[in-house]
């Protein structure tokens, strides 16, 4: 079983950065495709970024330019930085991992889930 804990969520005025933390309960260098999405009230789950096995990473069009997804495989550790933030960015953050295969923006590919962590975003 895979458990995943993430933190580094708080509030900040928009234009501002936050940096969010995964850490995952095993090694996640060449066996897990690591993946943050976000929920906002009342909307569904939608993906933000992913990073391969391999390093290769994908984002939603929404974050590109403004966050970047990295790993440090060492401290079995995911990282997400969000500069230039935007109140459309307030929403829980989730951490994902899955073994599979197909390592892309869709939740109902991940098996794994931490528990979030709340980013919001004032104007």
């Known amino acids: 079983q895979v458990q995943l804990v993430e933190s580094g969520g708080g509030s900040v005025q928009a234009g501002g950065s936050l940096r969010l933390s995964c850490t995952a309960s095993?090694?996640?260098?060449?066996?897990?495709?690591m993946g943050w999405f976000r929920q906002a009230p009342g909307k569904g789950r939608l993906g933000v970024a992913t990073?391969?096995?391999?390093?290769?990473?994908i984002y939603a069009d929404s974050v590109k330019g403004r966050f970047t997804i990295s790993k440090d495989n060492a401290e079995n550790t995911v990282y997400l930085q969000m500069n230039s933030l935007k109140p459309e960015d307030t929403a829980m953050y989730y951490c994902?991992?899955?073994?599979?295969?197909?390592?892309?923006?869709?939740?109902?590919?991940?098996?794994?889930w931490g528990q979030g962590t709340q980013v919001t975003v004032s104007s």
């Open positions: 990073i391969e096995r391999d390093g290769g990473t």
């Open positions: 994902a991992a899955t073994s599979g295969a197909i390592c892309q923006l869709l939740a109902d590919r991940f098996d794994y």
């Open positions: 095993v090694y996640i260098d060449s066996t897990y495709c």
